[in-house]
């Protein structure tokens, strides 16, 4: 794995960006930053996971390592809940005619923000 400097491709990609290490969003300048994974020669294919931000530049090697650790860790509990629930198969699931019919019933949501939504949940006035 490693990160290299390139400089921006066009004014276009002079925009909010998300960091491929910490996804967070930070505005791209014109020097990209870009990781990259595996090598071209070889068996292995070089992989573009994408822009890194200043902030995980600045926090260094330790720190982007530890960050795709998580990351990695956290897609396999993922993977494995997306396992399980497609193994469990569906056991009931509404035609869209019946959606449609509770779409006309229903004609808005419960409320008009979500804070009202939360308040009432807190409250335990919906389910
Ligand atoms: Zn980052």
């Given at each position: 794995?490693?990160i290299?400097?390139?400089?921006t491709?066009?004014?276009?990609?002079?925009?909010e960006?998300?960091c491929?290490v910490?996804?967070?969003?930070?505005?791209?300048?014109p020097?990209?930053?870009?990781?990259?994974?595996?090598?071209?020669?070889?068996?292995?294919?070089?992989?573009l996971?994408?822009?890194?931000?200043?902030?995980?530049?600045?926090?260094?090697?330790?720190?982007?390592?530890?960050?795709?650790?998580?990351r990695?860790?956290r897609?396999r509990?993922?993977a494995?809940?997306e396992?399980?629930?497609?193994?469990e198969?569906?056991?009931?699931?509404?035609?869209?005619?019946?959606?449609?019919?509770?779409?006309?019933?229903?004609?808005?949501p419960?409320?008009?923000?979500?804070?009202?939504y939360?308040?009432?949940l807190?409250?335990?006035?919906v389910d």
């Amino acid at each position: 794995m490693r990160i290299t400097i390139h400089q921006t491709g066009s004014d276009a990609d002079l925009r909010e960006q998300r960091c491929c290490v910490c996804r967070q969003r930070f505005y791209l300048g014109p020097a990209s930053c870009l990781l990259f994974s595996g090598c071209d020669s070889g068996r292995g294919k070089e992989v573009l996971w994408g822009e890194v931000c200043p902030a995980c530049i600045e926090g260094g090697q330790d720190h982007i390592q530890g960050a795709l650790g998580r990351r990695a860790r956290r897609s396999r509990m993922i993977a494995e809940q997306e396992t399980e629930a497609a193994e469990e198969g569906i056991a009931d699931c509404p035609t869209l005619d019946e959606v449609l019919a509770a779409e006309s019933y229903y004609e808005r949501p419960m409320f008009r923000t979500g804070q009202e939504y939360e308040d009432a949940l807190s409250r335990g006035e919906v389910d």
